[in-house]
């Protein structure tokens, strides 16, 4: 997925069919080898028709030359496929260098992020402490306003005309006369 070409492998059928093509390569989807061309699998019919007719082919009429042939052919196939392998790892090499380039800047991003959260902790603080500040103003605004509403009504209330007023001050409260005569007074208003 994440190399720019993937590995061709010659001669090695990788793409899961039970084509055993002489010259199959590998496909971009394929990592790796497919268990149904493991060596412990029994032929196909395909595969198994596939070996007769080459037998009965002449290609084969010299078994020596055609293992000759063979191994030829397979030396030549690993030595590609030993390329291919090496220049695969120079791709994933270079692919570990951006991921370790990815993995430094993204600890880079983190570690900014760090310090920016702890350049916001006294901040948070503060608007935490304005709020509560804030809640408290409010809730002395409306006591204030109620009290002021509360005391108005208690000056209406106990508002008394002058001389009734004089009267309730002039009294001697520890005679029995100036106490009902203030308490007339008052019952008046």
Request: aromatic share 2%; with cysteine; net charge negative.
């Amino acid at each position: 997925k994440h190399l720019a070409k993937p590995p061709a492998f010659a001669n090695v059928g990788l793409s899961g069919t039970d084509d055993p093509g002489p010259s199959v390569s590998a496909s971009p989807d394929d990592s790796l080898v497919s268990e149904s061309y493991s060596e412990d699998r029994e032929l196909t019919q395909e595969e198994e028709q596939g070996v007769q007719e080459l037998l009965a082919s002449d290609q084969v009429a010299d078994a020596e030359a055609f293992m000759a042939g063979v191994r030829r052919s397979l030396d030549t196939l690993e030595t590609e496929n030993i390329h291919a392998l090496l220049h695969c790892e120079s791709e994933v090499d270079s692919l570990m260098a951006k991921l370790d380039l990815a993995v430094q800047a993204l600890d880079t991003v983190d570690s900014s992020l760090a310090e920016y959260e702890q350049l916001l902790q006294p901040i948070r603080r503060d608007v935490v402490r304005v709020t509560e500040q804030e809640a408290l103003v409010r809730v002395q605004n409306s006591n204030s306003t109620k009290l002021v509403e509360n005391l108005k009504a208690l000056v209406d209330f106990t508002d008394l005309p002058g001389h009734m007023l004089k009267a309730i001050q002039a009294t001697d409260l520890s005679k029995l006369d100036d106490v009902q005569r203030c308490t007339r007074a008052v019952n008046m208003a």
